[in-house]
Every structure is written in structure tokens, then in C-alpha cells.
């Protein structure tokens, strides 16, 4: 009667090699995203699947605010605590906290990808809508409110919005994130928008570099493993199959 050869071991072995390539890719957009304002980082974790033995990955965003750098430029802006710019895509309305803004053909206030930046209703001026300056606009100046005044006049007041408590925004390419539902403005008196101010990536290269490193490594060593698994079951097949 021949005798049964367990796969469990070359099993768990290829669901770690999963595990660390998908760590690997993880760690690899980080990187690629360290020069992007605004960019916060993925920060990868196991977890086992129902068996109790099959890792897998999982990812949670890290919000905390990256480093502040003083550009000077009138039309560069951060975000000092919570919130969210509001960005018109092709896809939706997105949310951001890059701050590198221009001015389109149109006059219009738009992100380095060119989505318009989206405004709100104010009496004081301002309308719902995609944020627009006069032509020939002198003197911009954006107050921590998000109040855009245009040679001494306001124009529009910049959207600033965030999520319930709990909800899991969808990291999506340049930056930017995809909210699972409905936003929740910040109220005026919370909001800390910086004029002249960029916030850099919260993603640190060396730190970046060495857990990429350690992946890498850890990657070898389950290819070893299976390797060596996979040898000693040829060598087992081999064996059994001589005759006695």
C-alpha cells in the first residue's frame, strides 16, 4: 500500500512566499511615493486565515501628518491637523492632502494631476463649486479657514472634509483617497489650512529602505524552504517507487 506524502508543508511554505511578495509590493509603492506631497503610507501587517496556519496581509493607512516645508509660494497649502482638500477627478470627487496648487487656462485652482480643487458656499463669497480666480489675479491670500482672498476680496472658501470615525478611506494612485461615504465637513473653527506650506510624504527612506531589506531577505528564506521541500518530496517519490 503506497504511502501518503503531506503537501501541508509546501503548502504553508508557498502562502508565505505570497505573503512577502505582497509586504514587498507594499513597501515598494512607499518608496516610489516618497516624493509625493501628501502621501501617507501603507503599513502592512499578518493575519491568518481561517485555518489558523495561512498567513496573509493586511494594510492599514498611516494619517499621521508628514514634515511641513516652507515654500513661500502663495498657492502651495497644507492641511495642519485633520482633513482633507476635495479634489474633482474623472472618477468623483477624491480627497487630498496635496497642497501643490496652480492655476489652469480657466483660471481655475488645480492639483499637480490638474483635478480641480472644490470650494463651498459662503456668504462672505464663494460658491459650491470648483474654485476660480480673476484674471490678472494680483494678491492671493488663503487664510487658515480656507478663505481665498484675490487682491483684497474674497472669491471662495476651499472645502475642507474628513470621514466618520471607523471609516477605511481606499488609497488611490497620486495621492489621493476614495471615501466610503458621505463626508463630514470640518467645522471653521478646526480647520488649520497653511498658506506657503507643503506637507512632504510621511514616508521615511531609510526606515523604508531597511524593512524592504529585511522582506527581501525573509523572501529567500521561504524560497529555501520550499525548495528544499519540494527536493524531498522528489527524492520521496524516487524511493517509494523502487521496488523493494
Not at 94 to 112: C, E, I, N, P
Not at 150 to 169: F, H, K
Not at 191 to 198: A, S
Amino acid at each position: 500500500m503506497g504511502a501518503l506524502i503531506r503537501t501541508g508543508g509546501l503548502e504553508a511554505a508557498a502562502a508565505a512566499l505570497r505573503y512577502w511578495e505582497q509586504r514587498q509590493e507594499v513597501l515598494a509603492n512607499n518608496l516610489a511615493n516618497v516624493s509625493t506631497d501628501g502621501f501617507k503610507g501603507e503599513r502592512a501587517f499578518a493575519q491568518l486565515l481561517g485555518d489558523g496556519r495561512t498567513p496573509t496581509i493586511g494594510t492599514v493607512t498611516d494619517f499621521t501628518s508628514g514634515p511641513m516645508a516652507e515654500t513661500g509660494a502663495p498657492l502651495d497649502l497644507a492641511v495642519g491637523r485633520d482633513g482633507f482638500f476635495v479634489v474633482q477627478t474623472p472618477a468623483g470627487e477624491r480627497l487630498s492632502r496635496g497642497g501643490a496648487l496652480h492655476l489652469d487656462t480657466r483660471g481655475q485652482l488645480v492639483d499637480q494631476s490638474g483635478n480641480v480643487v472644490l470650494g463651498e458656499a459662503d456668504p462672505k463669497g464663494g460658491s459650491q463649486g470648483p474654485v476660480v480666480l480673476p484674471a490678472h489675479v494680483g494678491s492671493v491670500v488663503i487664510d487658515e479657514a480656507g478663505a481665498v482672498v484675490a487682491d483684497g476680496r474674497q472669491v471662495a472658501r476651499l472645502r475642507l472634509e474628513t470621514v466618520p470615525t471607523g471609516s477605511r478611506l481606499q488609497h488611490e494612485a497620486g495621492g489621493l483617497f476614495a471615501a466610503p461615504g458621505p463626508l463630514v465637513r470640518v467645522e471653521l473653527a478646526q480647520r488649520t489650512i497653511r498658506q506657503g506650506v507643503r506637507e512632504q510624504s510621511n514616508v521615511s527612506t531609510v526606515p523604508a529602505l531597511v524593512d524592504m531589506i529585511a522582506v527581501q531577505r525573509a523572501y529567500s528564506s521561504v524560497q529555501k524552504v520550499l525548495t528544499a521541500i519540494d527536493s524531498a518530496r522528489g527524492m520521496a517519490v524516487t524511493e517509494l517507487g523502487k521496488p523493494a
